[in-house]
């Protein structure tokens, strides 16, 4: 079994930045993608970013440009820094990762949340 433990959150004011960071225990070598999402009050819970084993990154449109995830296989943590914060960013960021179980099967193992607020 896999836990992931997030860090990092807080209150942020418009246009600054906050650095989210997430480790994973148990099983990890059996880690392939992973990523974070969020979810805002009231709206469903998007893609903001997500790693491959090898470094390959993809970002959700909303952050493209802003927000840069980053990954160290070594110590399997998986860290999300975002700059350029804006208020629409409020919500609770969830570290996720998929765990490979078998060539045709796995789980995706998610983090308890941390959540961020940008306000003024």
């Known amino acids: 079994q896999v836990q992931l433990v997030e860090s990092g959150g807080g209150l942020v004011q418009p246009g600054g930045s906050l650095r989210l960071s997430c480790a994973a225990s148990?099983?990890?070598?059996?880690?392939?993608?992973m990523g974070w999402s969020r979810r805002a009050p009231g709206r469903q819970r998007e893609l903001v970013a997500s790693?491959?084993?090898?470094?390959?990154?993809n970002y959700g449109d909303s952050v493209k440009g802003r927000f840069t995830i980053s990954r160290d296989n070594a110590k399997m943590t998986v860290d999300l820094q975002m700059n350029s914060l804006k208020p629409e960013d409020t919500a609770d960021y969830y570290c996720?990762?998929?765990?490979?179980?078998?060539?045709?099967?796995?789980?995706?193992?998610w983090g308890q949340g941390t959540q961020v607020t940008v306000s003024s």
């Open positions: 148990g099983s990890s070598f059996s880690v392939v993608n």
């Open positions: 996720h990762a998929y765990v490979k179980l078998t060539s045709t099967t796995g789980y995706t193992a």
């Open positions: 790693i491959t084993g090898d470094g390959s990154a």
